[in-house]
């Protein structure tokens, strides 16, 4: 149902070091009919060694593919899960090592046919940079809204350092502004607004990420035992019967009658802290209401930051649901695609807090917005 991502660069470099160590240590000898059998060995792993047996050999005779092929191993790459991203990255580097790195131009024309596979086009790019980093550099300075992920993070990443280089503060805004207009990674969003804050431009990453402030809440409602999480309280029978709520209503709560109220996130964290509003109730549930207005019907994504236990809906349907509480929290924590519609889509949440009282289990809060299929912030059109 949803996805928690990215996975973390030192865990990625980790499968790449395994990948390479397993293709290097095996010596079963490969016996597949074609280069896209072993291709598709590769593409199969998965996390807990699945799909290992097959594509250890298979990644051994890529390796000894001539350079010329690298194209077709790049093409492989689309649309795999980062484990078997790792692989192919492993593969085409082994290949450029023992069999020499194809015409920079080649690798050049790939990385610039948006029409190959984001993440092949990124591993090409990478392998640019390896062998020629003042090329990578000047591909790069144009790349800031590539639609690769990948190479779109590389090109930011260069002009956040760019950035901090110059000497002259106006320049160095400017340069910061156009890496926050690209960027799509949470911790480089994070990294421009502060060094933007720190040369006297405020941005708040509320602003900076879209996040949403503006809720209607009810609460509390029982959560003791952790029973909450399961009961579908009415709020949440409204909305997945009618994909809406009647704000009017009032409810059995807790600790007696609850009404909606109004609730904002922090303007500067776009942080919905639920403990002050609820008096730092435990053992309780909350429900979040918000309206979001689309100009057009599109692919989207829900993206929630929460410490709590919680779910989400969108226009009556779950998207979301992660019984885990105090185990951590950061901006995009969560992220589950779903379609919006044309004019008004409608949002519930709830977050659940247990009865915990150690110091580090007292927090009761969130953040939720509504991105693209890339990670860019959408807003909701007034």
């Known amino acids: 149902?949803?996805?928690?991502?990215?996975?973390?660069?030192?865990?990625?470099?980790?499968?790449?070091?395994?990948?390479?160590?397993?293709?290097?240590?095996?010596?079963?000898?490969?016996?597949?009919?074609?280069?896209?059998?072993?291709?598709?060995?590769?593409?199969?792993?998965?996390?807990?060694?699945?799909?290992?047996?097959?594509?250890?050999?298979?990644?051994?005779?890529?390796?000894?593919?001539?350079?010329?092929?690298?194209?077709?191993?790049?093409?492989?790459?689309?649309?795999?899960?980062?484990?078997?991203?790792?692989?192919?990255?492993?593969?085409?580097?082994?290949?450029a090592q023992q069999s020499g790195t194809p015409g920079i131009k080649r690798l050049q024309e790939y990385v610039a046919n948006e029409q190959n596979n984001p993440i092949g086009r990124g591993i090409a790019l990478e392998l640019i940079r390896r062998e020629d980093?003042?090329?990578?550099?000047?591909?790069?300075?144009?790349?800031?809204?590539?639609?690769?992920?990948?190479?779109?993070?590389m090109a930011v990443e260069q002009a956040i350092d760019k950035a901090a280089s110059v000497s002259e503060a106006e320049a160095s805004i400017g340069i910061y502004r156009d890496a926050l207009t690209a960027a799509r990674h949470p911790k480089q969003l994070s990294r421009i607004v502060e060094a933007l804050g720190q040369l006297g431009d405020n941005v708040t990453t509320a602003g900076a990420f879209s996040l949403i402030l503006d809720w209607k809440s009810?609460?509390?409602?029982?959560?003791?035992?952790?029973?909450?999480?399961?009961?579908?309280?009415?709020?949440?029978?409204?909305?997945?019967?009618?994909?809406t709520v009647d704000l009017n209503e009032k409810y059995a709560g807790k600790n007696g009658e609850v009404t909606w109220q109004d609730v904002s996130g922090s303007s500067d964290e776009g942080l919905v802290n639920l403990a002050d509003a609820y008096n730092k109730e435990k053992g309780a549930v909350a429900y979040l209401y918000a309206e979001f207005e689309s100009p057009e019907a599109a692919q989207a994504q829900a993206r929630l930051g929460c410490i709590n236990a919680n779910k989400v809906w969108v226009n009556g349907q779950e998207v979301m649901a992660t019984e885990v509480y105090h185990s951590g929290s950061m901006l995009d924590q969560?992220?589950?695609?779903?379609?919006?519609?044309?004019?008004?889509?409608?949002v519930l949440l709830k977050i659940?807090?247990?009865?915990?009282?150690?110091?580090?289990?007292?927090?009761?809060?969130f953040q939720f917005r509504i991105t693209d299929p890339t990670g860019k912030g959408l807003q909701s059109r007034k």
């Not at 990578?136 to 992920?149: G, R």
């Not at 659940?352 to 809060?365: D, G």
């Open 133 to 153: 980093a003042s090329v990578a550099e000047e591909m790069l300075a144009s790349l800031l809204n590539d639609p690769s992920l990948a190479i779109r993070e």
């Open 352 to 365: 659940c807090q247990n009865e915990q009282e150690e110091s580090w289990a007292q927090r009761w809060e």
């Open 218 to 243: 009810v609460a509390p409602f029982n959560n003791e035992g952790g029973v909450g999480y399961a009961a579908a309280y009415t709020p949440e029978q409204q909305f997945a019967k009618s994909g």
């Open 1 to 95: 149902m949803q996805k928690i991502f990215p996975q973390s660069k030192r865990n990625l470099r980790k499968l790449i070091s395994l990948a390479v160590i397993c293709v290097c240590s095996t010596s079963v000898v490969f016996a597949a009919d074609s280069i896209d059998a072993a291709i598709e060995s590769v593409r199969s792993v998965g996390t807990e060694g699945k799909g290992f047996e097959k594509a250890i050999p298979a990644a051994r005779e890529l390796q000894k593919l001539p350079a010329d092929q690298l194209p077709r191993v790049l093409d492989g790459a689309s649309d795999v899960n980062p484990i078997a991203e790792n692989w192919i990255r492993g593969i085409v580097f082994g290949i």
């Open 334 to 346: 969560y992220v589950a695609p779903f379609a919006l519609k044309k004019g008004k889509n409608t």
